[in-house]
């Protein structure tokens, strides 16, 4: 991290969460555990296979979540992606990583499925995400005219003594990002659950949704600001 | 540096541009220019400290968002499937 960002960090008083999440996203040898893990699979080892289920299982299910419209159906839809999974195991080349392949796996079918069954589709899901002129924050809390224009007129308050552990033990907090993330259109879901709530480095992310860093990053400041928003709404009522 | 609005100038940014750079420079991915203008921007704005360092609670809360598991039954057809690939 740089002069700069260690400045900030000292001034807010702890690490960001994204150097703590790329610290915690290099263990030795990933490379070299995943080709042990595959080759595992191949042997048909049942705890290689309930690992994976179980490191990759919740990203799917919140990604599939993105295209269709409830969670049985995308219960449906992973299933059916574990099972190709099986099936195509042995012709998996590594040309990318496992995750990427099987997120790949998964994106088809449930855009498939959120297709074919197009009356459950939520509207969300179409929601334009490349409009250069949306602003992560909505500009009606800056100042609009005047010298200081663009400055906040509306800041955030401050959550004092808020840390993710007490958010998390409550569960109207989660509840309010649960909603928050459910009502996120799919190509913002998508880059949320996979850099944030699974911890995937940025450069995956974006082999595995095919876009440029500039758009992971617009997107997913986006979906952040709109779970910042959920809970800023959900404090200021407590 | 003390917080106060004339020394936001000083940084060539707006409360508003910074909003839109918060998760870049979060996960360190500003040209270094521009980090620099983000960092003078903190240094002086109270307001925007308290919105940058939300967005990093948030990112860290959805880190730990409950795990999801298949049902025990999706499990088992699963494992099944999974054997019977290995036997054929």
Request: aromatic share 6%.
């Amino acid at each position: 991290m740089n002069a700069v960002a260690s400045t900030y960090t000292k001034s807010i008083g702890h690490t960001s969460s994204a150097s703590r999440r790329s610290q915690a996203a290099r263990p030795s040898g990933p490379a070299k555990s995943e080709d042990t893990l595959i080759a595992r699979l191949r042997r048909g080892d049942e705890e290689a296979f309930d690992e994976l289920v179980n490191q990759q299982h919740g990203a799917l299910i919140r990604m599939a979540m993105g295209y269709v419209a409830d969670r049985e159906v995308a219960e449906e839809v992973v299933q059916d992606t574990w099972m190709t999974v099986i099936q195509s195991l042995d012709r998996f080349e590594g040309r990318s990583s496992l995750r990427t392949w099987i997120c790949g796996i998964l994106i088809h079918k449930a855009k498939d499925r959120g297709v074919r069954e197009k009356r459950h589709t939520t509207f969300s899901a179409f929601e334009s995400y490349d409009d250069d002129n949306e602003e992560a924050v909505d500009p009606s809390r800056f100042q609009q005219t005047g010298e200081w224009a663009g400055h906040w007129a509306f800041p955030p308050q401050p959550w004092d003594d808020q840390t993710p552990e007490k958010i998390m033990a409550s569960q109207q907090a989660v509840n309010a990002m649960q909603r928050a993330i459910e009502a996120l259109p799919a190509t913002l879901k998508d880059v949320l659950i996979l850099r944030d709530v699974e911890g995937v480095e940025a450069k995956e992310v974006c082999e595995m949704l095919k876009i440029t860093e500039t758009n992971l990053y617009v997107r997913l400041h986006r979906a952040r600001e709109r779970v910042r928003a959920a809970v800023e709404t959900y404090l200021s009522g407590c | 540096m003390k917080d106060h609005p004339s020394q936001w100038i000083h940084s060539g940014l707006t409360c508003r541009d910074l909003t839109n750079q918060a998760s870049e420079y979060l996960d360190d991915r500003l040209p270094i220019l521009t980090k620099v203008r983000v960092g003078l921007h903190l240094a002086s704005c109270a307001h925007c400290r308290t919105y940058v360092k939300q967005i990093d609670l948030v990112s860290s809360t959805l880190r730990s968002l409950p795990k999801l598991y298949p049902s025990p039954v999706n499990r088992l057809c699963l494992r099944q499937q999974f054997v019977a690939s290995h036997t054929n």
